[in-house]
Protein backbone atom coordinates (compact mmCIF):
# COMPACT_ATOMS: atom_id res chain seq x y z
CA UNK A 1 0.00 0.00 0.00
CA UNK A 2 2.94 1.99 0.96
CA UNK A 3 4.75 1.86 -2.10
CA UNK A 4 1.85 1.88 -4.66
CA UNK A 5 0.70 5.49 -3.01
CA UNK A 6 4.79 6.63 -3.16
CA UNK A 7 4.74 5.41 -6.74
CA UNK A 8 1.77 7.51 -7.32
CA UNK A 9 3.03 10.87 -5.71
CA UNK A 10 6.12 10.23 -8.03
CA UNK A 11 4.09 10.08 -10.73
CA UNK A 12 2.31 12.65 -10.02
CA UNK A 13 5.79 14.98 -9.84
CA UNK A 14 7.05 13.94 -13.18
CA UNK A 15 4.22 14.56 -14.12
CA UNK A 16 3.82 18.66 -12.11
CA UNK A 17 7.52 18.64 -13.45
CA UNK A 18 6.58 18.53 -17.45
CA UNK A 19 4.12 20.76 -17.36
CA UNK A 20 6.55 23.05 -15.62
CA UNK A 21 8.90 22.31 -18.51
CA UNK A 22 6.53 22.44 -21.55
CA UNK A 23 5.61 26.60 -19.50
CA UNK A 24 9.30 27.11 -19.26
CA UNK A 25 9.97 26.61 -23.04
CA UNK A 26 6.85 28.67 -24.19
CA UNK A 27 8.46 31.28 -22.26
CA UNK A 28 11.72 31.06 -23.17
CA UNK A 29 9.63 31.42 -27.04
CA UNK A 30 8.15 34.79 -26.22
CA UNK A 31 11.26 35.75 -24.69
CA UNK A 32 12.48 34.99 -28.14
CA UNK A 33 9.34 36.49 -30.22
CA UNK A 34 9.49 39.44 -28.29
CA UNK A 35 13.50 40.04 -28.75
CA UNK A 36 12.85 39.85 -32.23
CA UNK A 37 9.82 42.71 -32.55
CA UNK A 38 11.88 44.95 -30.30
CA UNK A 39 14.24 44.58 -33.11
CA UNK A 40 12.48 44.70 -35.64
CA UNK A 41 10.70 47.99 -34.17
CA UNK A 42 14.44 49.30 -33.61
CA UNK A 43 15.77 48.69 -37.39
CA UNK A 44 11.95 50.76 -38.64
CA UNK A 45 13.09 54.02 -36.34
CA UNK A 46 15.99 53.94 -37.70
CA UNK A 47 14.95 53.73 -41.27
CA UNK A 48 12.04 56.68 -40.16
CA UNK A 49 15.04 58.62 -38.70
CA UNK A 50 17.57 58.37 -41.50
CA UNK A 51 14.93 60.02 -44.12
CA UNK A 52 13.18 62.35 -41.42
CA UNK A 53 16.31 64.88 -41.30
CA UNK A 54 19.07 66.05 -43.92
CA UNK A 55 22.05 68.07 -44.17
CA UNK A 56 23.21 69.90 -46.88
CA UNK A 57 26.08 71.07 -47.54
CA UNK A 58 27.36 73.71 -49.94
CA UNK A 59 30.28 76.31 -50.73
CA UNK A 60 29.20 79.64 -51.48
CA UNK A 61 31.25 83.37 -52.81
CA UNK A 62 29.46 86.08 -53.04
CA UNK A 63 30.99 89.26 -54.99
CA UNK A 64 29.31 92.58 -54.59
CA UNK A 65 30.30 95.65 -57.07
CA UNK A 66 28.55 98.52 -58.00
CA UNK A 67 26.27 98.25 -55.74
CA UNK A 68 25.22 94.78 -57.30
CA UNK A 69 25.77 91.29 -55.28
CA UNK A 70 25.98 88.35 -57.64
CA UNK A 71 26.06 84.98 -55.65
CA UNK A 72 27.63 81.34 -56.87
CA UNK A 73 27.19 78.12 -55.21
CA UNK A 74 28.48 74.50 -55.51
CA UNK A 75 27.86 71.44 -53.53
CA UNK A 76 31.10 69.59 -52.76
CA UNK A 77 31.80 66.99 -55.28
CA UNK A 78 32.26 63.52 -54.22
CA UNK A 79 33.78 60.89 -55.76
CA UNK A 80 30.55 58.44 -56.62
CA UNK A 81 29.33 62.16 -57.69
CA UNK A 82 29.33 63.87 -61.30
CA UNK A 83 29.81 67.37 -61.35
CA UNK A 84 26.41 67.13 -63.69
CA UNK A 85 24.04 65.29 -60.37
CA UNK A 86 25.85 68.35 -58.76
CA UNK A 87 24.42 70.75 -60.92
CA UNK A 88 21.03 69.72 -60.24
CA UNK A 89 21.02 70.61 -57.35
CA UNK A 90 20.91 74.29 -57.95
CA UNK A 91 17.81 76.21 -59.00
CA UNK A 92 19.83 79.92 -59.30
CA UNK A 93 23.06 79.91 -59.04
CA UNK A 94 23.25 83.43 -59.63
CA UNK A 95 21.23 85.72 -57.47
CA UNK A 96 21.38 89.58 -57.35
CA UNK A 97 20.39 92.25 -55.17
CA UNK A 98 20.78 95.38 -54.55
CA UNK A 99 23.30 96.44 -51.70
CA UNK A 100 24.54 100.05 -50.61
CA UNK A 101 27.78 100.31 -50.15
CA UNK A 102 28.81 104.19 -50.48
CA UNK A 103 30.02 105.15 -47.22
CA UNK A 104 28.91 102.01 -44.81
CA UNK A 105 31.70 100.12 -43.06
CA UNK A 106 32.61 96.70 -44.54
CA UNK A 107 31.14 94.97 -41.63
CA UNK A 108 27.51 96.17 -42.46
CA UNK A 109 28.18 95.69 -45.73
CA UNK A 110 28.83 91.90 -45.36
CA UNK A 111 26.22 92.02 -43.00
CA UNK A 112 23.76 92.85 -45.80
CA UNK A 113 25.01 90.28 -48.10
CA UNK A 114 24.55 87.29 -44.84
CA UNK A 115 20.74 88.72 -45.20
CA UNK A 116 20.24 88.26 -48.89
CA UNK A 117 22.00 85.29 -49.21
CA UNK A 118 19.85 83.55 -46.58
CA UNK A 119 16.55 85.43 -47.91
CA UNK A 120 17.07 83.81 -51.85
CA UNK A 121 16.27 80.09 -52.07
CA UNK A 122 19.21 78.55 -53.54
CA UNK A 123 18.81 74.49 -53.00
CA UNK A 124 16.61 73.04 -55.74
CA UNK A 125 14.59 71.12 -52.81
CA UNK A 126 12.60 68.92 -55.87
CA UNK A 127 16.40 66.97 -56.70
CA UNK A 128 15.90 65.84 -53.27
CA UNK A 129 12.77 64.05 -53.98
CA UNK A 130 13.56 60.29 -53.03
CA UNK A 131 11.32 56.67 -52.25
CA UNK A 132 10.58 56.07 -48.57
CA UNK A 133 8.75 52.84 -48.53
CA UNK A 134 5.84 51.63 -45.59
CA UNK A 135 4.20 48.11 -44.61
CA UNK A 136 0.41 48.07 -45.79
CA UNK A 137 -1.84 47.82 -42.86
CA UNK A 138 -1.50 44.05 -43.92
CA UNK A 139 2.05 43.60 -43.81
CA UNK A 140 2.12 41.88 -46.98
CA UNK A 141 3.94 44.11 -49.20
CA UNK A 142 5.64 47.42 -49.43
CA UNK A 143 3.87 50.95 -50.05
CA UNK A 144 5.75 53.54 -52.08
CA UNK A 145 6.05 56.87 -51.43
CA UNK A 146 7.87 60.18 -51.81
CA UNK A 147 9.47 62.82 -49.47
CA UNK A 148 9.01 66.32 -50.10
CA UNK A 149 11.75 68.20 -47.93
CA UNK A 150 11.45 71.72 -46.16
CA UNK A 151 13.94 73.60 -44.83
CA UNK A 152 14.14 73.54 -41.04
CA UNK A 153 17.36 76.41 -41.11
CA UNK A 154 20.40 77.04 -42.61
CA UNK A 155 24.21 77.65 -40.76
CA UNK A 156 26.85 79.94 -42.52
CA UNK A 157 30.55 79.94 -41.87
CA UNK A 158 32.61 82.57 -43.12
CA UNK A 159 35.82 81.39 -44.81
CA UNK A 160 37.35 84.56 -46.16
CA UNK A 161 36.43 88.48 -46.34
CA UNK A 162 38.04 90.57 -49.30
CA UNK A 163 37.74 93.94 -50.15
CA UNK A 164 39.94 95.20 -53.03
CA UNK A 165 39.94 97.69 -56.44
CA UNK A 166 39.39 96.01 -59.69
CA UNK A 167 40.48 98.87 -61.81
CA UNK A 168 38.52 101.83 -60.44
CA UNK A 169 35.20 99.69 -59.25
CA UNK A 170 35.69 98.59 -55.87
CA UNK A 171 35.07 95.12 -55.32
CA UNK A 172 34.05 92.73 -52.16
CA UNK A 173 34.47 89.13 -52.02
CA UNK A 174 32.45 86.70 -48.99
CA UNK A 175 33.23 83.09 -49.20
CA UNK A 176 31.12 80.73 -47.23
CA UNK A 177 30.70 77.50 -45.87
CA UNK A 178 26.93 77.29 -45.66
CA UNK A 179 24.75 74.12 -44.06
CA UNK A 180 21.16 73.80 -44.81
CA UNK A 181 19.07 71.65 -42.73
CA UNK A 182 16.07 69.93 -44.31
CA UNK A 183 13.28 67.71 -42.67
CA UNK A 184 11.13 65.55 -44.68
CA UNK A 185 7.05 65.13 -45.08
CA UNK A 186 6.61 61.44 -46.40
CA UNK A 187 3.92 61.53 -49.01
CA UNK A 188 2.30 58.25 -49.40
CA UNK A 189 -0.50 57.74 -52.03
CA UNK A 190 -3.94 56.62 -50.71
CA UNK A 191 -5.20 53.40 -50.60
CA UNK A 192 -7.58 52.25 -53.25
CA UNK A 193 -11.55 51.52 -52.09
CA UNK A 194 -13.78 49.35 -53.95
CA UNK A 195 -15.92 46.47 -53.35
CA UNK A 196 -15.55 42.64 -52.98
CA UNK A 197 -18.39 40.62 -52.39
CA UNK A 198 -18.01 36.60 -52.74
CA UNK A 199 -19.94 33.37 -51.77
CA UNK A 200 -18.64 29.82 -50.20
CA UNK A 201 -20.37 27.07 -50.04
CA UNK A 202 -19.79 24.70 -47.45
CA UNK A 203 -21.03 20.97 -47.43
CA UNK A 204 -25.03 19.91 -45.74
CA UNK A 205 -24.54 20.36 -42.20
CA UNK A 206 -20.88 21.68 -42.41
CA UNK A 207 -18.83 24.74 -41.16
CA UNK A 208 -15.06 23.27 -42.67
CA UNK A 209 -13.63 24.42 -45.89
CA UNK A 210 -13.63 21.55 -48.60
CA UNK A 211 -11.60 22.09 -51.66
CA UNK A 212 -13.61 23.91 -53.92
CA UNK A 213 -14.31 26.72 -51.01
CA UNK A 214 -10.87 27.23 -50.34
CA UNK A 215 -10.71 27.68 -54.05
CA UNK A 216 -13.19 30.14 -53.78
CA UNK A 217 -11.14 31.93 -50.95
CA UNK A 218 -8.46 32.39 -52.51
CA UNK A 219 -10.07 34.35 -55.53
CA UNK A 220 -11.81 36.36 -52.44
CA UNK A 221 -8.64 37.07 -50.47
CA UNK A 222 -7.19 38.58 -53.76
CA UNK A 223 -9.67 41.08 -54.24
CA UNK A 224 -9.86 41.97 -49.96
CA UNK A 225 -5.91 42.54 -50.29
CA UNK A 226 -6.25 45.66 -52.88
CA UNK A 227 -8.30 47.27 -49.86
CA UNK A 228 -6.28 46.91 -47.06
CA UNK A 229 -8.13 50.08 -45.43
CA UNK A 230 -11.54 48.37 -45.39
CA UNK A 231 -13.84 46.20 -43.09
CA UNK A 232 -14.85 42.92 -43.97
CA UNK A 233 -18.42 41.72 -43.07
CA UNK A 234 -18.93 37.76 -43.14
CA UNK A 235 -22.38 37.05 -42.98
CA UNK A 236 -23.12 33.05 -42.02
CA UNK A 237 -26.58 31.24 -43.82
CA UNK A 238 -27.99 27.54 -44.07
CA UNK A 239 -30.69 26.13 -45.55
CA UNK A 240 -34.19 26.48 -44.40
CA UNK A 241 -34.99 23.27 -43.50
CA UNK A 242 -35.00 21.60 -40.11
CA UNK A 243 -34.92 24.74 -38.20
CA UNK A 244 -34.19 23.56 -34.92
CA UNK A 245 -31.16 21.98 -36.11
CA UNK A 246 -29.65 23.27 -39.30
CA UNK A 247 -29.00 20.92 -41.94
CA UNK A 248 -29.19 17.66 -39.80
CA UNK A 249 -26.55 19.22 -37.67
CA UNK A 250 -26.05 19.03 -33.71
CA UNK A 251 -26.03 23.27 -34.22
CA UNK A 252 -28.94 25.24 -34.79
CA UNK A 253 -29.01 27.03 -38.09
CA UNK A 254 -28.05 30.66 -36.38
CA UNK A 255 -24.65 28.72 -34.29
CA UNK A 256 -24.17 26.75 -37.42
CA UNK A 257 -23.93 29.60 -39.85
CA UNK A 258 -22.11 31.67 -37.44
CA UNK A 259 -19.85 28.63 -37.16
CA UNK A 260 -19.27 29.18 -40.87
CA UNK A 261 -18.23 32.84 -40.79
CA UNK A 262 -15.66 32.32 -38.04
CA UNK A 263 -14.46 29.11 -40.59
CA UNK A 264 -14.11 31.63 -43.30
CA UNK A 265 -12.20 34.32 -41.10
CA UNK A 266 -10.13 32.20 -39.08
CA UNK A 267 -8.87 31.50 -42.39
CA UNK A 268 -8.00 34.42 -43.59
CA UNK A 269 -6.20 35.74 -40.40
CA UNK A 270 -3.75 32.69 -40.74
CA UNK A 271 -3.51 34.08 -44.31
CA UNK A 272 -1.62 37.12 -42.93
CA UNK A 273 -5.29 39.60 -42.39
CA UNK A 274 -6.11 41.72 -39.38
CA UNK A 275 -8.71 40.20 -37.56
CA UNK A 276 -9.62 43.80 -36.45
CA UNK A 277 -11.37 44.32 -40.02
CA UNK A 278 -14.02 41.06 -39.55
CA UNK A 279 -17.41 41.44 -38.36
CA UNK A 280 -19.18 38.50 -38.13
CA UNK A 281 -23.00 37.55 -38.08
CA UNK A 282 -25.32 34.40 -38.94
CA UNK A 283 -29.03 34.87 -40.24
CA UNK A 284 -29.40 31.40 -40.36
CA UNK A 285 -31.95 30.40 -42.69
CA UNK A 286 -33.52 33.62 -42.44
CA UNK A 287 -32.44 34.57 -45.99
CA UNK A 288 -32.23 31.80 -48.50
CA UNK A 289 -30.80 32.97 -51.71
CA UNK A 290 -33.03 29.85 -53.43
CA UNK A 291 -36.27 28.76 -52.00
CA UNK A 292 -36.23 25.31 -53.68
CA UNK A 293 -36.49 22.38 -52.06
CA UNK A 294 -34.36 20.47 -54.29
CA UNK A 295 -30.93 19.03 -53.35
CA UNK A 296 -29.93 21.87 -55.89
CA UNK A 297 -31.36 25.09 -54.60
CA UNK A 298 -30.94 24.01 -51.12
CA UNK A 299 -26.82 23.61 -51.83
CA UNK A 300 -27.03 27.50 -52.63
CA UNK A 301 -28.33 28.40 -49.27
CA UNK A 302 -25.31 26.65 -47.58
CA UNK A 303 -23.25 29.20 -47.81
CA UNK A 304 -21.18 32.55 -45.90
CA UNK A 305 -21.25 35.87 -47.98
CA UNK A 306 -18.48 38.07 -47.56
CA UNK A 307 -18.60 41.87 -48.40
CA UNK A 308 -16.46 44.73 -48.10
CA UNK A 309 -16.32 48.34 -49.53
CA UNK A 310 -15.56 51.68 -48.63
CA UNK A 311 -19.03 52.36 -46.99
CA UNK A 312 -19.47 49.50 -43.93
Known sequence: MFRNGLKEDIEKI???????EKKRDALDQDQKNGSILEKLAKTRQAYENHYLKRKIQTYEKYTLEHDVMFSSMKKPESKKSSSAEANNLILDSRIAANIPISGRPVKDIFADILLSASQNQSVNLSAYRERVYRENVEQTHLVQGELEWNVDREEYKILKLTRGSVGSRTQFVIHLAKQTYLSSNPSF?????????SEIYF?????SLNKSARAELAKASRCLRKYPTQRIVVTGHTDPLKPQYGEGSKLNNVQLGLRRAEAIMNSLTKDGFDSGRFTITSVGAKDPMSTGKSEKSLRKNRRAHIFSSPEI
Open 203 to 207: SQGKF
Open 14 to 20: MKSIAEL
Open 189 to 197: PSPKTGVCE
